[in-house]
């Protein structure tokens, strides 16, 4: 069979579980999803020793550190995925869920009910705990998923796909409703990326290159974001205390996520006031880099030259980019222009300019006097996210198990006929 | 110039004017489409000179009588066009509509609002009033449009896109807001197609061949419909009359658009019954052709003999294929395997057997004891559509204003930090 006919094989049946789960009840997705994390539960052992086997392929390879610790399972991180898969469970069942309800003047009741989209393809790297975070989510909005996970973490993926299809079993779905591409293969995924008639959405999860040959080869819709280029306008209405702490918390929280802040733009009115007690919350924080422009240089010390190239720059480390903005208008501008479409703040008591800034900023997550950081499907009440997508089309923003849904028009009439 | 060089400038500018159109208050897009209507009143003399043009050529060119009828504009039809525009300026306005909102644990209000998609491309056939209908729709929900009408209404569609940017103009709006692809040239479709950059989402409007050109060669998000094959199932517990009512309407009030029934499916246990009776109530309302199954054809005369051909083919014209099912099962079965995912109906007094038929049968449309003949936007209280689609992201069923929107999501907080 050649891979061509593999790929054919597996979206095929997908699709077909991918009809059965649509019709399953709440309850019987939920049983699934029960019975796979205990069988992840039970089967720690059998985890941490397939990881084993892919960890020192890693060290063999020369993997970094920071992918080899992505890549480790401990006990600790398996009961952690157990839970996880276990809470989507708990989460309300958007399947079903009615989004909106017309009476007709002619007597015709129209519902508008969701739907699953369909048959969900994972394209991941090196995170093993993807294979059941990504497929309960999935499962939950009576979705099939076909994943693809990255090629060092083969061994660990696996065993966690044998426990969440046991899952499915043991709730009498079909294990189909969620499989793996067979093989490491790299064409694999050009092919998942083209099988339009049996994918219908594609969620990328890993780093930059993958992202974008995700979004480069895909002829289905994707759900992604290739970017958290996010900004924090400090206002000259601004509480430069509540400012404070909070660039701290969108910088320092955590460096590496999509949501934390790259830029701080600060008004010119404030940027005397502020920027040197900012710069040094930020670096006791750890904030190993401040990179200004001109103006912030004249006047703080410790702040190194920012170059055309940073104001486009997602840093995922300790560095930050500054801006001494003229106004809101030059701080909407930059933010439009540098921007990608991600996260964005604006701290201020002045609510003309909070509103200008979140009606005219064109970005995903408009935070007024938050943290960055806060761009998460968890703290936005869904539970869990697959992901987030800066798109326009369909999901945008984090994508929980509703975002995971189509809908359709369910008509009840009493004999109407059209005049 | 090359051609692509001209159409990456009307993208840009078209990305643009989205901009601007996308903070317009609902007051200034209903003043442009005011004036906009005005203009189309005011200049019929105009529309119909350009429109002689295009019939002339058309002649020459032995256009069918069909598409002639099609390609002409009457005074009566202009003014029809012109209230159709200002009729769109009555529907509720899309944008910054609420439509979640969210209040955390933690205080941070979380609230999903409607923003304007971007800029749209729709792509038409020869129906000239299709410049007017669809950029009138697309101005509304605050979104930029390119057209690329049909060759053959050239010179009506100028005249017609003359006057919506007139409207645009008198409401200080940019007039790129309403812009077309300023050639003929074939070439040029092909680009708009792939222009994700600039384009959002294309909505093609014509004929099957114009469709599958677009399903297959765009790179950007496509709203559409290929086909209408749609069933009505008449089950064992059907009120009889209100069938026979429904079905004549659901085939014979218009053949020929997207939501005409096209294939009957008959309860075995009704169908002696209800068979020569509705057979004889087609064929008094015209139905010229009626192809059943071979149990069809032993109960009823003056019926044709279906081939398997026909459960896969949209007549749009007094054609019906029927057939006689088992059961409900068997009903479902047949129109998740033939249909097109477009507007199913079941007749019946057996509320299970509905729910089933609507919960399992995958159409964007499910319909009770109603005629297919209502999938259509105004008939579902939208004002206006630009058309139906039948894929499951972002807009299923018909598109108005409404579907032509994403969200952003905003969020106030009051100093919050992520722990």
Same mark, same amino acid.
């Given at each position: 069979?050649?891979?061509?006919?593999?790929?054919?094989?597996?979206?095929?049946?997908?699709?077909?579980?991918?009809?059965?789960?649509?019709?399953?009840?709440?309850?019987?997705?939920?049983?699934?999803?029960?019975?796979?994390?205990?069988?992840?539960?039970?089967?720690?052992? !059998?985890?941490?020793?397939?990881?084993?086997?892919?960890?020192?392929?890693?060290?063999?390879?020369?993997?970094?550190?920071?992918?080899?610790?992505?890549?480790?399972?401990?006990?600790?991180?398996?009961?952690?995925?157990?839970?996880?898969?276990?809470?989507?469970?708990?989460?309300?069942?958007?399947?079903?869920?009615?989004?909106?309800?017309?009476?007709?003047?002619?007597?015709?009741?129209?519902?508008?009910?969701?739907?699953?989209?369909?048959?969900?393809?994972?394209?991941?790297?090196?995170?093993?705990?993807?294979?059941?975070?990504?497929?309960?989510?999935?499962?939950?909005?009576?979705?099939?998923?076909?994943?693809?996970?990255?090629? !060092?973490?083969?061994?660990?993926?696996?065993?966690?796909?044998?426990?969440?299809?046991?899952?499915?079993?043991?709730?009498?779905?079909?294990?189909?409703?969620?499989?793996?591409?067979?093989?490491? !293969?790299?064409?694999?995924?050009?092919?998942?990326?083209?099988?339009?008639?049996?994918? !219908?959405?594609?969620?990328?999860?890993?780093?930059?290159?993958?992202?974008?040959?995700?979004?480069?080869?895909?002829?289905?819709?994707?759900?992604?974001?290739?970017?958290?280029?996010?900004?924090?306008?400090?206002?000259?209405?601004?509480?430069?205390?509540?400012?404070?702490?909070?660039?701290?918390?969108?910088?320092?929280?955590?460096?590496?996520?999509?949501?934390?802040?790259?830029?701080?733009?600060?008004?010119?009115?404030?940027?005397?006031?502020?920027?040197?007690?900012?710069?040094?919350?930020?670096?006791?924080?750890?904030?190993?880099?401040?990179?200004?422009?001109?103006?912030?240089?004249?006047?703080?010390?410790?702040?190194?030259?920012?170059?055309?190239?940073?104001?486009?720059?997602?840093?995922?480390?300790?560095?930050?980019?500054?801006?001494?903005?003229?106004?809101?208008?030059?701080?909407?501008?930059?933010?439009?222009?540098?921007?990608?479409?991600?996260?964005?703040?604006?701290?201020?008591?002045?609510?003309?300019?909070?509103?200008?800034?979140?009606?005219?900023?064109?970005?995903?997550?408009?935070?007024?006097?938050?943290?960055?950081?806060?761009?998460?499907?968890?703290?936005?009440?869904?539970?869990?996210?697959?992901?987030?997508?800066?798109?326009?089309?369909?999901?945008?923003?984090?994508?929980?198990?509703?975002?995971?849904?189509?809908?359709?028009?369910?008509?009840?009439?009493?004999?109407?006929?059209?005049?």
């Amino acid at each position: 069979m050649s891979l061509q006919d593999t790929m054919n094989a597996l979206g095929k049946s997908a699709r077909a579980a991918a009809h059965t789960l649509s019709l399953a009840p709440a309850q019987q997705k939920n049983q699934a999803l029960t019975a796979a994390a205990a069988a992840i539960s039970r089967r720690v052992a !059998d985890i941490v020793a397939a990881n084993e086997i892919d960890m020192q392929a890693g060290a063999e390879k020369g993997l970094s550190k920071a992918m080899l610790d992505r890549l480790l399972l401990t006990p600790d991180r398996i009961e952690a995925m157990a839970a996880g898969v276990a809470s989507v469970a708990e989460l309300d069942d958007p399947v079903g869920k009615e989004l909106e309800t017309t009476e007709r003047p002619n007597g015709l009741r129209i519902r508008r009910v969701a739907v699953p989209l369909g048959v969900i393809g994972i394209i991941y790297e090196s995170r093993p705990n993807v294979t059941a975070d990504a497929a309960a989510l999935c499962l939950k909005a009576g979705n099939a998923a076909i994943l693809r996970g990255g090629s !060092d973490s083969f061994h660990s993926s696996g065993v966690i796909l044998e426990c969440m299809q046991e899952g499915l079993r043991g709730a009498d779905l079909p294990a189909q409703a969620v499989q793996r591409v067979p093989t490491v !293969d790299r064409e694999a995924v050009g092919m998942l990326l083209k099988m339009s008639e049996y994918v !219908d959405v594609i969620v990328p999860r890993g780093g930059k290159g993958l992202i974008e040959r995700v979004q480069t080869e895909a002829r289905v819709p994707v759900f992604s974001h290739l970017d958290g280029i996010n900004h924090t306008y400090v206002d000259a209405q601004a509480d430069l205390g509540m400012a404070e702490q909070i660039v701290v918390n969108a910088k320092m929280r955590r460096t590496g996520i999509c949501g934390a802040m790259e830029t701080m733009l600060v008004h010119q009115d404030v940027a005397q006031q502020f920027l040197p007690r900012a710069v040094l919350a930020l670096k006791s924080a750890g904030c190993e880099d401040i990179r200004g422009d001109e103006a912030t240089r004249a006047l703080v010390n410790d702040v190194s030259a920012a170059t055309a190239k940073d104001w486009d720059t997602e840093y995922l480390d300790s560095v930050l980019s500054v801006r001494i903005v003229r106004d809101l208008d030059q701080a909407i501008n930059h933010v439009n222009t540098h921007g990608s479409h991600h996260t964005e703040a604006i701290i201020t008591n002045d609510t003309s300019a909070a509103t200008r800034f979140q009606r005219e900023v064109d970005a995903a997550i408009v935070m007024h006097n938050a943290s960055t950081q806060f761009a998460d499907g968890g703290e936005f009440g869904m539970g869990a996210e697959i992901g987030i997508a800066t798109g326009r089309m369909h999901a945008r923003g984090p994508v929980g198990a509703a975002q995971l849904t189509s809908y359709k028009y369910v008509v009840e009439g009493t004999g109407q006929v059209r005049p």
